[in-house]
């Protein structure tokens, strides 16, 4: 979904999707105990076999960091070794968990979609959404260096200076993005009707993502066993 978590041989869209909903959901009931960073850790190999090790590496490190913050913060309140790398292993979990599925691209998930009949306002949406996400941070880093470069700094005691010189760009070139959006669907003859698409490079599914499907499968149920 990201373009630097890219593979070069991504998943079947909704393998990836299910495999990353079925293995969060799984270790958020496994998070009480601290094994469940041997789950963890038995996904990250398997995807890494799968060669999503970019990906691994990126959330890994990020959601860790990410979490040792938010169990720092919360130590006061919580306390206890315990609570502490239940916060790490949860946004940990939460990075891992997601690898299958930010790894699938965009097009690769509406063609899937489109395959199976889905309604074009589901597969239509869902792509422009996707989409969206990197166009806006584009725009909002963009923002940010024209602000430097005049010279703007913002604090939370100048709200006005927020408003004006960020809030106010960033809601006008969302609506010309929008403008420009709406005028190339139309463009290149996107409606909405539920008519037989044409998919130029279907999406099959291969033995390579039934293999993940099953050792994924397989590490939820051995740590179901062990707990």
């Known amino acids: 979904m990201f373009e630097q978590f890219k593979s070069k041989r991504p998943l079947y869209p909704l393998v990836g999707f299910f495999s990353s909903l079925v293995t969060l959901v799984a270790g958020m009931i496994f998070s009480r105990h601290l094994s469940v960073f ?42 206890g070794f315990d609570s502490f790398w239940e916060t790490v292993g949860r946004a940990l979990l939460l990075g891992i968990c997601a690898v299958p599925m930010i790894s699938v691209p965009p097009a690769e998930l509406t ?11 589901i597969t239509l949406g869902m792509l422009v959404t996707l989409r969206f996400i990197p166009v806006l941070i584009s725009e909002v ?18 709200p006005g200076c927020v408003y004006r010189a960020f809030f106010i760009p960033l809601a006008m070139r969302i609506i010309n993005i929008s403008d420009t959006l709406s005028l190339s669907l139309e463009t290149r003859g996107f409606v909405l009707d539920d008519k037989d698409a044409t998919v130029y490079h279907p999406v ?19 740590m179901a066993v062990i707990l």
């Open 38 to 79: 041997i789950f963890i850790a038995v996904l990250a190999v398997i995807y890494c076999v799968f060669g999503f090790w970019k990906a691994v590496l990126k959330m890994g490190a990020g959601m860790f960091l990410f979490g040792v913050l938010m169990a720092l913060l919360s130590a006061p309140v919580s306390g």
């Open 111 to 121: 063609r899937c979609l489109v395959q199976l009949k889905c309604p074009r306002v």
């Open 141 to 158: 880093r963009q923002i940010w260096e024209a602000m430097k470069t005049r010279g703007v700094h913002m604090a939370w005691y100048r």
């Open 204 to 222: 099959r599914f291969r033995l390579r993502d039934g293999i993940f499907a099953v050792l994924t499968a397989a590490s939820v149920a051995a």
